[in-house]
């Protein structure tokens, strides 16, 4: 018969594996920054209208224009 894992054997693995999740997750969060920017109103629902138009978010449209413009600006 296969060796059964008890409930206490089974709860240190599940919490050894959670850690794991969490410290995993911590490097991930700390690689990233954020930023904030000021836009005047119009310009904001200038913003809202093409990201809407695009299926996006007004922030992950104002990312994915940075990022562009970055990757422009970097020298080769």
Known sequence: MPN???A????ERLSK?????RREAGERLTKDAVIQCRVEIGQMD???EIATAKGLSVSALT??????????????
């Open 8 to 11: 206490k054997q089974r709860k």
């Open 46 to 48: 200038d913003l809202q």
């Open 4 to 6: 059964k894992e008890t």
């Open 17 to 21: 594996r959670v850690e794991k999740i």
């Open 63 to 76: 990312r994915m224009w940075l990022l562009e413009r970055l990757r422009q600006e970097k020298p080769a």
